[in-house]
């Protein structure tokens, strides 16, 4: 069983930036593309950003480009998304996700196996 654990969110002002964290722990696994939803109260969930876990590949909606980057450190089983010059609508409840298989087209919430129960991100304006 995959377990993951979001940390890192809280409240910041807009233009600020915050470093999101996502533990993973309880089964090893390769070619997991890990990614990053969030949801704000009445909306879906979207899709922000996605990497492969060995192959270093990453993905962002349009949105989110040139002010997110996700990273990862596999020695310690962590994935992390850094944002910046955050806005009041990346106001969000942020989930980190993984897709068990290879880099192929991971975007939608269905594509995705394992889920952590989210950080709150609060943008002030």
């Known amino acids: 069983q995959v377990q993951l654990v979001e940390s890192g969110g809280g409240l910041v002002q807009a233009g600020g930036s915050l470093r999101l964290s996502c533990a993973a722990s309880?089964?090893?696994?390769?070619?997991?593309?890990m990614g990053w939803f969030r949801q704000a109260p009445g909306k879906e969930r979207a899709f922000v950003a996605r990497i492969s876990w060995s192959g270093g590949l990453t993905d962002y909606t349009n949105s989110v480009k040139g002010r997110f980057t996700i990273s990862r450190d596999n020695a310690k089983n962590m994935v992390y998304l850094r944002m910046n010059s955050l806005k009041p609508e990346d106001t969000a409840v942020y989930y980190c996700?993984?897709?068990?298989?290879?880099?192929?087209?991971?975007?939608?919430?269905?594509?995705?196996?394992?889920w952590g129960k989210g950080t709150l991100v609060t943008v002030s304006s």
């Open positions: 996700a993984a897709a068990l298989g290879p880099w192929a087209n991971q975007k939608t919430v269905s594509d995705y196996n394992y």
């Open positions: 309880g089964r090893t696994f390769t070619n997991a593309v």
